[in-house]
Structure formats: C-alpha cells, structure tokens
C-alpha cells in the first residue's frame, strides 16, 4: 500500500493529500504515476504544492497537465 499514492480527500496518515485532479489523471499516465510512486514525501508535496499554487480551477488544470508532461518524462515540474 505504501507504494500507492493516496487519492481523495481528508487526511492521509501516510503523507501529503493527492488532489483528486491529479489522482484522476496520474490514473490514466502509468508511466508518470510510476515516477510519483518513487519521488520521497517532500518531492511529493512539492509537486502538489506546485498544482495548488493555481488561482482558479483553469490554472490548476493546466499545472496538473504539466506536471503529468513532466512526471511521464521522469521529471519534476517544478
């Protein structure tokens, strides 16, 4: 289960909450989900910091499919 990123709301007794936007689309991105599984939990929080930093639901949107890009390159979108 550990190697599962959590997808959904409340809190997440293992590390940083996935927001369920990102869960939806790492879903269908096998090979960017693979790279969120292995990132430690402060890379992770990084990466969802980075979708939250979005003002309105449209720039959260557009930073999730960047770091989607970015995580199916075996990268951080940071």
């Given at each position: 289960?550990?190697n599962?990123?959590?997808i ?41 910091g ?10 959260a ?18």
């Amino acid at each position: 289960m550990a190697n599962s990123p959590f997808i959904g709301i409340g809190h997440n007794p293992e590390g940083v909450d996935l927001p369920l936007g990102l869960g939806m689309r790492l879903a269908q991105e096998p090979r960017a989900m693979d790279t969120f599984g292995s990132l430690d939990e402060e890379q992770k929080a990084q990466v969802v910091g980075y979708i939250q930093s979005g003002a309105t639901g449209d720039d959260a949107r557009e930073l999730i499919e960047t770091a989607i890009n970015s995580l199916r390159d075996g990268q951080l979108p940071l």
